[in-house]
Protein backbone atom coordinates (compact mmCIF):
# COMPACT_ATOMS: atom_id res chain seq x y z
CA UNK A 1 0.00 0.00 0.00
CA UNK A 2 1.23 3.89 -1.10
CA UNK A 3 2.19 5.73 1.91
CA UNK A 4 -0.05 8.74 -0.10
CA UNK A 5 -3.35 7.31 -1.77
CA UNK A 6 -4.97 9.12 -4.41
CA UNK A 7 -8.15 8.28 -1.88
CA UNK A 8 -9.49 7.69 1.15
CA UNK A 9 -12.41 5.84 1.73
CA UNK A 10 -14.01 5.56 5.45
CA UNK A 11 -16.75 3.26 5.88
CA UNK A 12 -17.90 3.25 9.83
CA UNK A 13 -19.41 -0.51 10.46
CA UNK A 14 -22.15 -1.13 13.18
CA UNK A 15 -23.96 -4.82 13.29
CA UNK A 16 -25.08 -4.43 9.29
CA UNK A 17 -23.92 -8.37 9.05
CA UNK A 18 -26.65 -8.46 6.69
CA UNK A 19 -25.51 -5.71 4.20
CA UNK A 20 -21.58 -5.78 4.48
CA UNK A 21 -20.52 -8.41 2.14
CA UNK A 22 -22.49 -6.42 -0.72
CA UNK A 23 -21.28 -3.50 0.36
CA UNK A 24 -17.16 -4.61 0.77
CA UNK A 25 -17.47 -6.65 -2.49
CA UNK A 26 -18.23 -3.35 -3.80
CA UNK A 27 -15.76 -1.37 -2.46
CA UNK A 28 -13.35 -4.16 -4.06
CA UNK A 29 -14.33 -4.08 -7.25
CA UNK A 30 -13.71 -0.27 -7.93
CA UNK A 31 -11.57 0.43 -10.96
CA UNK A 32 -9.80 3.33 -9.23
CA UNK A 33 -6.94 0.99 -7.35
CA UNK A 34 -4.78 3.34 -5.86
CA UNK A 35 -7.22 3.94 -2.52
CA UNK A 36 -7.58 2.98 0.86
CA UNK A 37 -10.10 1.90 3.09
CA UNK A 38 -10.41 2.53 6.25
CA UNK A 39 -12.67 0.58 7.95
CA UNK A 40 -14.19 1.42 11.56
CA UNK A 41 -15.58 -1.18 13.52
CA UNK A 42 -17.99 0.98 15.69
CA UNK A 43 -18.20 -2.02 18.28
CA UNK A 44 -20.56 -4.53 16.34
CA UNK A 45 -21.79 -7.30 18.38
CA UNK A 46 -23.30 -9.48 15.29
CA UNK A 47 -21.15 -11.46 12.57
CA UNK A 48 -19.54 -7.83 10.97
CA UNK A 49 -16.24 -8.40 12.85
CA UNK A 50 -15.35 -11.50 10.83
CA UNK A 51 -16.90 -10.35 7.58
CA UNK A 52 -14.55 -7.69 8.06
CA UNK A 53 -11.40 -9.26 8.61
CA UNK A 54 -11.97 -11.98 6.08
CA UNK A 55 -11.94 -8.93 3.15
CA UNK A 56 -8.57 -7.32 4.92
CA UNK A 57 -6.92 -10.43 4.66
CA UNK A 58 -7.57 -10.60 0.91
CA UNK A 59 -6.64 -6.45 0.37
CA UNK A 60 -3.92 -5.11 1.40
CA UNK A 61 -5.30 -1.63 1.29
CA UNK A 62 -7.62 -2.10 3.79
CA UNK A 63 -7.24 -0.65 6.96
CA UNK A 64 -9.73 -2.20 10.11
CA UNK A 65 -9.71 0.04 13.37
CA UNK A 66 -11.60 -2.09 15.84
CA UNK A 67 -13.72 0.44 18.67
CA UNK A 68 -15.79 1.03 21.40
CA UNK A 69 -19.75 1.92 20.30
CA UNK A 70 -19.26 5.52 20.15
CA UNK A 71 -21.26 6.85 17.24
CA UNK A 72 -21.51 7.47 13.70
CA UNK A 73 -19.73 10.62 13.79
CA UNK A 74 -16.92 9.61 15.90
CA UNK A 75 -16.49 6.92 13.47
CA UNK A 76 -16.04 9.23 10.40
CA UNK A 77 -13.48 11.30 12.62
CA UNK A 78 -11.68 8.61 13.68
CA UNK A 79 -11.27 7.66 9.90
CA UNK A 80 -10.27 10.82 9.10
CA UNK A 81 -7.71 11.15 11.48
CA UNK A 82 -5.47 8.41 10.25
CA UNK A 83 -6.28 9.16 6.67
CA UNK A 84 -3.43 9.86 3.73
CA UNK A 85 -5.18 10.11 0.79
CA UNK A 86 -5.38 13.36 -1.02
CA UNK A 87 -9.11 13.38 -1.18
CA UNK A 88 -11.42 11.71 0.95
CA UNK A 89 -15.10 10.05 0.48
CA UNK A 90 -17.28 8.09 3.14
CA UNK A 91 -19.46 5.13 2.09
CA UNK A 92 -22.35 4.09 4.48
CA UNK A 93 -21.75 0.16 5.28
CA UNK A 94 -25.47 -0.84 4.78
CA UNK A 95 -25.20 0.73 1.20
CA UNK A 96 -22.91 0.01 -2.07
CA UNK A 97 -21.17 2.28 -4.85
CA UNK A 98 -21.13 1.00 -8.47
CA UNK A 99 -17.81 -0.25 -9.74
CA UNK A 100 -16.46 3.75 -10.72
CA UNK A 101 -17.50 5.58 -7.89
CA UNK A 102 -14.11 6.41 -7.35
CA UNK A 103 -12.58 6.83 -10.33
CA UNK A 104 -15.43 8.76 -11.86
CA UNK A 105 -15.95 11.48 -8.84
CA UNK A 106 -11.57 12.24 -8.61
CA UNK A 107 -11.11 12.49 -12.16
CA UNK A 108 -14.14 15.02 -12.24
CA UNK A 109 -12.59 16.77 -9.42
CA UNK A 110 -8.92 16.32 -10.67
CA UNK A 111 -10.32 17.80 -14.42
CA UNK A 112 -12.49 20.30 -12.90
CA UNK A 113 -9.68 21.86 -10.79
CA UNK A 114 -13.03 21.42 -7.90
CA UNK A 115 -12.42 20.83 -4.03
CA UNK A 116 -15.50 18.58 -4.74
CA UNK A 117 -16.84 16.08 -6.34
CA UNK A 118 -21.09 15.23 -5.91
CA UNK A 119 -22.71 12.80 -7.63
CA UNK A 120 -26.54 10.95 -7.86
CA UNK A 121 -27.68 8.25 -6.05
CA UNK A 122 -30.18 5.53 -6.45
CA UNK A 123 -32.60 4.36 -3.86
CA UNK A 124 -31.86 0.45 -3.35
CA UNK A 125 -34.67 -1.18 -1.99
CA UNK A 126 -33.13 -4.52 -1.00
CA UNK A 127 -36.60 -7.09 -0.53
CA UNK A 128 -37.27 -6.74 -3.85
CA UNK A 129 -33.59 -6.33 -4.73
CA UNK A 130 -34.58 -3.29 -6.87
CA UNK A 131 -32.72 0.31 -7.62
CA UNK A 132 -34.90 3.49 -8.42
CA UNK A 133 -33.12 6.03 -9.80
CA UNK A 134 -33.34 9.99 -7.96
CA UNK A 135 -32.80 12.59 -10.37
CA UNK A 136 -30.87 15.81 -9.24
CA UNK A 137 -32.65 19.00 -9.60
CA UNK A 138 -29.32 20.86 -10.84
CA UNK A 139 -28.12 20.39 -14.03
CA UNK A 140 -24.82 18.66 -13.62
CA UNK A 141 -21.90 21.20 -13.85
CA UNK A 142 -19.40 23.19 -11.83
CA UNK A 143 -20.40 25.86 -9.69
CA UNK A 144 -18.72 28.46 -7.39
CA UNK A 145 -18.57 27.60 -3.50
CA UNK A 146 -21.32 30.04 -3.07
CA UNK A 147 -24.15 29.17 -6.03
CA UNK A 148 -23.27 25.81 -5.24
CA UNK A 149 -23.59 26.28 -1.19
CA UNK A 150 -27.38 28.18 -1.80
CA UNK A 151 -28.40 25.05 -3.70
CA UNK A 152 -26.89 23.22 -0.82
CA UNK A 153 -28.86 24.87 2.09
CA UNK A 154 -32.31 24.26 0.63
CA UNK A 155 -31.34 20.69 0.01
CA UNK A 156 -31.94 21.44 -3.80
CA UNK A 157 -29.78 20.19 -6.57
CA UNK A 158 -26.80 18.92 -3.73
CA UNK A 159 -27.87 17.27 -0.58
CA UNK A 160 -26.14 17.14 3.09
CA UNK A 161 -25.36 13.79 2.54
CA UNK A 162 -21.30 12.89 3.60
CA UNK A 163 -21.55 10.02 1.06
CA UNK A 164 -22.04 10.74 -2.35
CA UNK A 165 -19.06 13.12 -2.28
CA UNK A 166 -15.15 13.35 -2.70
CA UNK A 167 -13.76 16.00 -0.95
CA UNK A 168 -10.23 16.97 -0.41
CA UNK A 169 -8.66 16.35 2.70
CA UNK A 170 -7.22 19.53 3.19
CA UNK A 171 -10.33 21.00 3.26
CA UNK A 172 -10.99 18.89 6.56
CA UNK A 173 -7.62 20.01 8.19
CA UNK A 174 -6.97 23.00 7.03
CA UNK A 175 -10.63 24.29 8.56
CA UNK A 176 -10.79 22.53 11.35
CA UNK A 177 -14.11 20.55 10.20
CA UNK A 178 -14.83 17.65 11.99
CA UNK A 179 -18.46 15.40 12.53
CA UNK A 180 -20.90 16.83 15.48
CA UNK A 181 -21.73 14.00 17.75
CA UNK A 182 -25.47 14.06 17.12
CA UNK A 183 -27.86 12.73 14.40
CA UNK A 184 -28.30 14.39 11.11
CA UNK A 185 -24.70 15.61 11.22
CA UNK A 186 -24.22 15.64 7.92
CA UNK A 187 -26.64 18.93 7.96
CA UNK A 188 -24.18 20.34 10.38
CA UNK A 189 -20.96 19.78 8.11
CA UNK A 190 -21.60 19.77 4.79
CA UNK A 191 -22.17 23.27 4.42
CA UNK A 192 -19.02 24.28 6.08
CA UNK A 193 -17.20 21.75 3.56
CA UNK A 194 -18.87 24.00 0.65
CA UNK A 195 -18.00 27.28 2.17
CA UNK A 196 -14.36 26.07 2.15
CA UNK A 197 -14.39 24.62 -1.18
CA UNK A 198 -13.20 26.51 -4.15
CA UNK A 199 -15.82 25.39 -6.50
CA UNK A 200 -17.93 22.48 -6.54
CA UNK A 201 -18.91 20.01 -9.68
CA UNK A 202 -21.83 18.02 -9.75
CA UNK A 203 -21.73 14.64 -11.85
CA UNK A 204 -25.29 13.37 -13.14
CA UNK A 205 -24.39 9.82 -13.15
CA UNK A 206 -25.84 7.54 -9.96
CA UNK A 207 -22.65 6.16 -8.59
CA UNK A 208 -23.86 6.06 -5.13
CA UNK A 209 -26.63 3.23 -4.05
CA UNK A 210 -28.42 4.14 -0.78
CA UNK A 211 -30.71 0.89 0.59
CA UNK A 212 -33.46 1.82 2.14
CA UNK A 213 -34.11 -0.23 5.51
CA UNK A 214 -36.55 -0.31 8.19
CA UNK A 215 -33.75 0.54 10.75
CA UNK A 216 -32.51 3.34 9.21
CA UNK A 217 -32.43 7.12 10.82
CA UNK A 218 -35.70 8.19 9.38
CA UNK A 219 -37.85 5.44 9.68
CA UNK A 220 -36.58 4.88 13.32
CA UNK A 221 -37.06 8.62 14.33
CA UNK A 222 -37.59 9.65 17.75
CA UNK A 223 -37.40 12.72 19.98
CA UNK A 224 -33.71 13.28 19.95
CA UNK A 225 -33.62 12.82 16.49
CA UNK A 226 -35.54 14.76 15.72
CA UNK A 227 -34.36 17.42 18.35
CA UNK A 228 -30.53 16.85 16.32
CA UNK A 229 -32.26 17.42 13.05
CA UNK A 230 -33.86 20.82 14.66
CA UNK A 231 -30.32 21.36 16.40
CA UNK A 232 -29.11 21.07 12.82
CA UNK A 233 -30.08 23.92 11.45
CA UNK A 234 -28.78 25.81 14.45
CA UNK A 235 -25.83 24.81 13.83
CA UNK A 236 -25.56 25.50 10.30
CA UNK A 237 -26.76 28.90 11.64
CA UNK A 238 -24.11 29.63 13.74
CA UNK A 239 -20.91 28.50 11.44
CA UNK A 240 -22.25 31.74 9.29
CA UNK A 241 -23.30 34.11 11.87
CA UNK A 242 -19.16 33.15 12.94
CA UNK A 243 -17.77 33.29 9.08
CA UNK A 244 -19.56 37.36 9.47
CA UNK A 245 -21.60 35.87 6.12
CA UNK A 246 -25.09 35.15 7.41
CA UNK A 247 -26.83 37.70 5.59
CA UNK A 248 -25.73 35.83 2.24
CA UNK A 249 -27.54 33.06 3.12
CA UNK A 250 -30.16 34.45 5.20
CA UNK A 251 -33.21 34.21 2.73
CA UNK A 252 -31.84 30.39 1.92
CA UNK A 253 -31.47 29.75 5.74
CA UNK A 254 -34.99 30.72 6.19
CA UNK A 255 -36.82 28.68 3.59
CA UNK A 256 -35.16 25.67 4.55
CA UNK A 257 -36.29 26.29 7.78
CA UNK A 258 -39.63 26.20 7.15
CA UNK A 259 -38.99 22.49 5.04
CA UNK A 260 -37.54 21.63 8.77
CA UNK A 261 -40.78 22.51 10.03
CA UNK A 262 -43.18 20.61 8.42
CA UNK A 263 -40.52 17.36 8.68
CA UNK A 264 -40.99 17.95 12.59
CA UNK A 265 -44.50 18.53 12.47
CA UNK A 266 -45.00 15.21 10.78
CA UNK A 267 -42.80 12.89 12.54
CA UNK A 268 -44.02 14.56 16.10
CA UNK A 269 -47.66 13.51 15.04
CA UNK A 270 -46.32 10.21 13.84
CA UNK A 271 -44.49 9.72 17.06
CA UNK A 272 -47.81 10.42 19.00
CA UNK A 273 -49.98 8.03 16.89
CA UNK A 274 -47.67 4.86 17.33
CA UNK A 275 -47.64 6.36 21.17
CA UNK A 276 -51.85 6.46 21.00
CA UNK A 277 -51.80 9.30 22.85
CA UNK A 278 -52.29 13.00 21.21
CA UNK A 279 -51.62 14.26 25.21
CA UNK A 280 -49.32 17.38 25.42
CA UNK A 281 -49.42 17.68 21.07
CA UNK A 282 -49.88 21.08 20.28
CA UNK A 283 -47.20 21.73 22.91
CA UNK A 284 -44.59 19.74 21.37
CA UNK A 285 -45.59 21.33 18.00
CA UNK A 286 -44.95 24.97 19.75
CA UNK A 287 -41.85 23.93 21.53
CA UNK A 288 -40.42 22.38 17.89
CA UNK A 289 -41.65 26.22 16.04
CA UNK A 290 -39.98 28.36 18.79
CA UNK A 291 -36.83 26.36 18.30
CA UNK A 292 -36.51 26.62 14.62
CA UNK A 293 -37.81 30.13 14.45
CA UNK A 294 -35.33 31.19 16.80
CA UNK A 295 -32.08 29.40 14.83
CA UNK A 296 -33.70 31.19 11.58
CA UNK A 297 -35.24 34.50 13.28
CA UNK A 298 -33.55 37.96 14.00
CA UNK A 299 -33.18 36.66 17.97
CA UNK A 300 -30.67 34.59 17.43
CA UNK A 301 -27.58 34.98 19.28
CA UNK A 302 -24.14 33.30 17.74
CA UNK A 303 -21.98 30.89 20.08
CA UNK A 304 -18.25 32.01 19.48
CA UNK A 305 -17.44 29.40 22.06
CA UNK A 306 -14.62 26.47 20.50
CA UNK A 307 -14.60 22.91 21.47
CA UNK A 308 -12.34 20.15 20.85
CA UNK A 309 -12.84 19.08 17.26
CA UNK A 310 -15.86 21.20 17.10
CA UNK A 311 -15.15 24.85 15.44
CA UNK A 312 -17.87 26.26 17.59
CA UNK A 313 -21.12 25.01 20.05
CA UNK A 314 -24.61 26.10 20.26
CA UNK A 315 -25.52 27.06 23.40
CA UNK A 316 -28.84 28.02 23.32
CA UNK A 317 -30.87 24.30 23.68
CA UNK A 318 -33.77 23.30 21.58
CA UNK A 319 -37.11 23.34 23.36
CA UNK A 320 -38.05 19.79 24.84
CA UNK A 321 -40.41 17.60 22.93
CA UNK A 322 -42.10 14.94 25.50
CA UNK A 323 -44.28 12.38 24.50
CA UNK A 324 -46.63 10.25 27.07
CA UNK A 325 -47.44 6.13 26.07
CA UNK A 326 -50.81 5.81 26.11
CA UNK A 327 -52.10 4.19 29.73
CA UNK A 328 -53.77 1.05 29.93
Known sequence: MKNNPLVSLIIPVYNVENYLNKALTSVVNQSMKDIEVIIINDGSTDRSSDIINKFAKKNSNFIVIEQENQGLSAARNKGLSVSKGTYIAFMDSDDYIEPNFIECLYNAAVKS????ACCN??????????????????????????KALKKLILDFGFHH???????KRSLFFDNNIRFYDMYFEDIATSPRLFY??????LLGKALYNYTNRKTSILNTMNIEKIEDFIKSLGVMRNFFENQRDYEKYKRRIWIYSQRVKIVAYYFILQMHTAAGNME????????ATKSIEYFAGEKFVPSFVEVPDMPYQ??????NIKIKKKQR
Open 113 to 116: GADI
Open 314 to 319: IVAPVQ
Open 161 to 167: FAWNKLC
Open 196 to 201: YANKII
Open 280 to 287: GFLDNITA
Open 121 to 146: FNYYFPQKDMKIYMPLTSIPRTFSNT
